[in-house]
């Protein structure tokens, strides 16, 4: 397999994780989202991914996009270990919450956005950044509540094994650091974030380990 990635991609930063928690081998591709304006918009790159975003996943003759498809496939190729739990309402809790994630929280603060914030609409960095912040708050102090409150919260998201959601929650967090927001309003997030950082899978898959590191 043949990941196409940026190192400060949550995106591909999630699918990282997976490989690296399936024990898969894989070729890492990088993809500079700022270089050049951006090489996920060259003719090369659209050939891989005609959306010019990343990641990608090259598995044979399989070209896949989009973080939390790709984890659900490589989780149904190689199911050990599992990454969604065994039954229908489980796993529908777990996508929730990875989908909260990547849909409510990560698309407003996307690269994408923030250039046109910046370069479009002439925000200054200041407010550029206060953005930033305040829709990582935003969705934070809601999956807080909703995860200090649940029962099914462990050392992980959902038990004591990491799932789909703790592949959302970790590159997440790590934006919310490198942005300098407040997170001593979230014991519950920051607790489960620790556990995670103290498994190697998720440790190999951080930013400042991948070979485009800068």
């Known amino acids: 397999m043949k990941l196409y990635s940026y190192f400060r991609s949550s995106a591909s930063y999630r699918v990282r994780i997976a490989l690296n928690l399936k024990g898969l081998p894989y070729d890492y591709a990088p993809v500079h989202l700022l270089r050049s304006g951006g090489e996920q918009l060259t003719p090369e790159y659209r050939r891989i991914g005609p959306d010019g975003i990343v990641p990608a996943l090259v598995d044979g003759d399989l070209v896949l996009q989009q973080s939390l498809a790709i984890i659900e496939y490589l989780d149904e190729t190689h199911p050990d270990p599992p990454l969604l739990p065994g039954t ?17 929280i990560h698309p407003l603060n996307n690269l994408r956005v923030l250039k046109y914030l910046k ?7 200041e407010a550029k950044d206060a953005w930033y912040r305040h829709w990582i708050i935003n969705g934070f102090d809601v999956l807080e509540r ?10 992980f998201v959902f038990g004591d094994t990491p799932t789909m959601a703790d592949l959302a929650l970790v590159p997440q967090v790590f934006n919310a650091q490198r942005f300098n927001v407040d997170m001593s309003p979230y014991p519950t997030i ?16 951080s930013p400042e380990r991948q070979p485009d590191a800068e």
């Open 119 to 125: 370069h479009s609409l002439n925000v200054t960095d």
């Open 88 to 104: 229908p309402g489980e796993r529908a809790y777990v996508r929730a919450i990875a989908l909260q994630i990547a849909c409510e």
């Open 190 to 205: 920051r607790r489960i974030n620790d556990e995670a950082l103290r498994h190697d899978a998720f440790v190999q898959a």
């Open 146 to 155: 909703r995860l200090a409150g649940d029962p099914r919260t462990g050392k």
